[in-house]
């Protein structure tokens, strides 16, 4: 029962963050892209969407691992469990910033 009431709260906190990034107050509909440079305008707002995304999940996962130590109640396999959750997050969330990174060096490299 634990178990499904944190999905559905989580569930509600990821649908009520991911709408309000959607939402794009526009005068006029979007143009065709025109241009190279459109381009990679498109390419770098899916980039920040994924890069929040991930963000938000790395956060979400982190806060698992605490709630996973803390109802460990010293037993070794909830503990490890717990710690290979929060190493997880981390390793992810360092992966997340690097590719981020290296785009951003590609970008610059490129002159753009």
């Given at each position: ?64 691992a605490g709630i996973l ?10 503990i490890s469990k717990a ?30």
């Amino acid at each position: 029962m634990r178990k499904k009431i944190f999905i559905l709260l989580m569930s509600v906190c990821l649908v009520s963050i991911l709408t309000g990034s959607f939402v794009f107050a526009q005068d006029k509909p979007p143009e065709i892209i025109k241009n190279v440079g459109d381009i990679t305008k498109v390419l770098e707002n899916v980039r920040n969407v994924l890069y929040g995304i991930a963000t938000f999940i790395v956060v979400i996962m982190i806060i698992w691992a605490g709630i996973l130590y803390m109802t460990a109640a010293g037993e070794p396999e909830k503990i490890s469990k717990a710690k290979k959750a929060l190493i997880g997050a981390v390793i992810g969330g360092g992966i997340a910033i690097i590719a981020t990174g290296v785009i951003a060096l590609i970008t610059n490299l490129m002159g753009g």
